[in-house]
């Protein structure tokens, strides 16, 4: 009789996939959320080195370019190969008091890479613009790369914050029960009652006006981070409840492990699938809550730079109208905004306990 050996590893064999790995399989297949992924990656690589990519810091300003357009790259013949180069751009007036830039052919400046501890950049006077100017002759390329470390990095602070709070309360009520669990849905309820951008407003006002930018920073992430815990301690309180009664817990209970330990360890691991999609659902509120603050003047202040606070330049038709580059930010934060919203909704099919493999 010829004998059969087993193909591939035994141990392997029949050995149940987890539920973690059943979810980054169908993860995996939803092309929309994968190339979200790989556009946030992205942004965060870009705004990580952004002192590298960005030819210009973000107070660098000249006046005389202010609403200046996008500078046009030309390419001359160097005699070793053609080379690019800008031309400088000159600002005048006609009849309507409108900008007008006309091109001082006679200037050249060609484009230098590695130049000054940037990716490229071009010789003083000459200026180039990627994307165009802001009102105080500011890249706005340069700007949006700066002031996308704030906005990004508010969405993870500030959610990082508030669901280390919300998941610890919530485990405490649900694992506790009785009176503490009554005292702190109480206080969760009193959050929950205010809508989120009066609450933000309120507490954004009773902050000093004299804070230097770190501490405006540092006050918006705590503000934000108030928000949005209450409504996630309520949902882990549920979760914890019913995971209170489980052989693990009850076996931890009898080996005199502490309660903390228990709620730490081994009930709150339990509620991780739901927190994460939890978490990329939320952060595109983190974003726009900054956004929408530093609009209104009362979030991150120039010349620090935030892609909220750069949109104040586009409160007015006028600007908009001859200037509409200025607009960019908002596409920014509406890409950054989609991409977690689909990751989210990604995740969230996922790791739906009726999903099953096909």
Avoid at 27 to 35: D, I, M, P, S, V
Avoid at 284 to 303: F, N, W
Wanted: charged content about 15%; proline content about 5%.
């Amino acid at each position: 009789m010829p004998s059969h050996k087993p193909t591939g590893n035994p141990r392997q064999e029949g050995k149940p996939q987890s539920q973690w790995s059943i979810a980054m399989t169908s993860f995996r297949r939803h092309r929309l959320a994968r190339g979200c992924f790989y556009v946030l990656i992205g942004l965060y690589a870009c705004v990580i080195f952004a002192d590298f990519l960005a030819p210009y810091r973000f107070d660098d300003e000249d006046r005389s370019y202010s609403y200046c357009p996008s500078t046009t790259i030309e390419f001359f013949n160097q005699g070793h190969g053609i080379w690019p180069f800008v031309y400088v751009r000159t600002l005048s007036f006609n009849e309507n008091h409108q900008r007008i830039y006309q091109i001082d052919t006679t200037k050249k400046y060609p484009l230098r890479f590695f130049h000054h501890g940037h990716l490229f950049g071009v010789d003083e006077p000459g200026r180039i613009y990627v994307w165009g100017a802001d009102a105080r002759g500011r890249d706005l390329f340069s700007r949006i790369l700066h002031g996308g470390r704030i906005s990004l990095s508010i969405g993870l602070i500030g959610v990082l914050i508030s669901f280390s709070l919300g998941l610890l309360v919530g485990g405490i009520a649900g694992y506790f029960g009785g009176f503490i669990d009554s005292l702190l849905m109480r206080v969760c309820e009193m959050f929950m009652l205010v809508p989120g951008f009066y609450l933000m407003l309120a507490l954004r006002s009773v902050v000093p006006e004299n804070f230097n930018s770190l501490q405006i920073y540092l006050t918006v992430v705590v503000i934000l981070s108030f928000i949005g815990w209450a409504s996630l301690a309520r949902i882990i309180r549920g979760m914890s409840l019913s995971l209170r009664q489980r052989d693990f817990v009850l076996a931890s209970q009898a080996m005199g492990t502490s309660d903390m330990t228990i709620i730490v360890k081994h009930i709150l691991p339990h509620t991780l699938s739901y927190s994460l999609v939890a978490i990329m659902l939320t952060i595109p509120s983190y974003i726009l809550g900054e956004a929408g603050l530093s609009l209104l003047g009362l979030g991150i202040q120039d010349p620090i730079p935030s892609w909220g606070n750069m949109l104040s330049d586009a409160m007015g038709i006028v600007q908009i109208q001859f200037a509409p580059w200025i607009m960019i930010p908002g596409i920014f934060i509406f890409v950054t905004v989609m991409c977690f919203n689909i990751i989210g909704d990604a995740l969230r099919d996922a790791f739906d306990p009726m999903f099953k493999e096909s």
